[in-house]
């Protein structure tokens, strides 16, 4: 079950990586208003959420541990950091999904800008993706750049950009602010659920980790629980109940009686008792 729920995190964060990517060269692709370091913060901030996820744990433990005031402040800053930059994020994805003057404004400056530029081949891309002429209408500011009023024409097309320009702005503001809130709603469940040692977060972790978790768990425990406290007046009247010496006195005295010489008789017999055996023999 651990093992489950934090394989699903690490799944959501990769999905979200790939959603925001996948807008992030579509809006390129289109030419979309909307600034390509917003639609590229929001392709690195489901990394940036991931990697602030994965070393919170071991972050809180030391700051905890510390008595430096800023390492101890060290996580309520990060996450502060990447609430600031979700909000942002959110707020600036937000304003091209809803309708409003300010998008329409966007739009007429992005293929006005494309026009002055003389940008036919990005003016093409839009025309034979979205299958229209020109943006107000067919005639205006088509492609080819030459010939405006000819698009029409040439490639049989009765439709102007500005309407599906518009909603593949939406669309692609809309997904990218979808990733934003994903994000934000993941890093909220991260600091309810996150604890150090929980186990169903720090499962999908690396072995070392663990191993880690475990040395200090071993470390914190107090040596030789459970061994009852003796008297050292009561081993000291033990000691002097005892008819055999203890410590190193036992080992001097029994190194003595060990060493003392002993007498015992001979296995050699002499000439003469040898004699006195034959004579008895005889």
């Not at 600036?92 to 003389?118: A, G, M």
């Not at 698009?151 to 979808?178: H, I």
């Amino acid at each position: 079950m651990a093992f489950g729920l934090g394989l699903a995190v690490l799944l959501a964060f990769s999905a979200l990586f790939g959603i925001a990517a996948v807008v992030h060269f579509h809006s390129a692709h289109l030419s979309l208003p909307v600034s390509s370091a917003v639609t590229i913060l929001t392709v690195l901030l489901p990394v940036f959420s991931f990697l602030n996820s994965f070393i919170y744990p071991s972050l809180l433990h030391s700051a905890r541990n510390s008595s430096n005031p800023l390492h101890r402040l060290s996580p309520t800053i990060l996450q502060t950091l990447q609430g600031l930059f979700t909000t942002i994020l959110a707020t600036l994805l937000f304003e091209k999904v809803v309708p409003s003057e300010t998008v329409e404004c966007l739009i007429d400056n992005q293929w006005q800008h494309l026009w002055r530029n003389r940008n036919g081949e990005a003016i093409r891309l839009i025309q034979d993706t979205l299958n229209c002429c020109g943006l107000n209408t067919l005639k205006d500011r088509a492609y080819p750049i030459s010939d405006p009023k000819a698009c029409a024409g040439m490639f049989g097309r009765n439709q102007v950009c500005r309407g599906p320009w518009r909603s593949a702005l939406r669309s692609s503001a809309g997904a990218d602010f979808g990733v934003v809130v994903a994000v934000g709603l993941l890093q909220i469940l991260s600091l309810l659920m996150t604890r150090e040692g929980t186990n169903w977060w720090t499962a999908w972790r690396s072995v070392s980790w663990h191993r880690q978790q475990q040395v200090n768990h071993r470390e914190s425990r107090p040596l030789l629980a459970g061994i009852p406290d003796v008297d050292a007046d009561e081993v000291v009247e033990q000691q002097e109940d005892s008819p055999r010496p203890l410590g190193y006195q036992s080992l001097t005295n029994n190194t003595d009686e060990e060493n003392r010489p002993r007498v015992e008789p001979s296995g050699i017999r002499t000439t003469r008792q040898e004699a006195n055996v034959w004579d008895t023999d005889n």
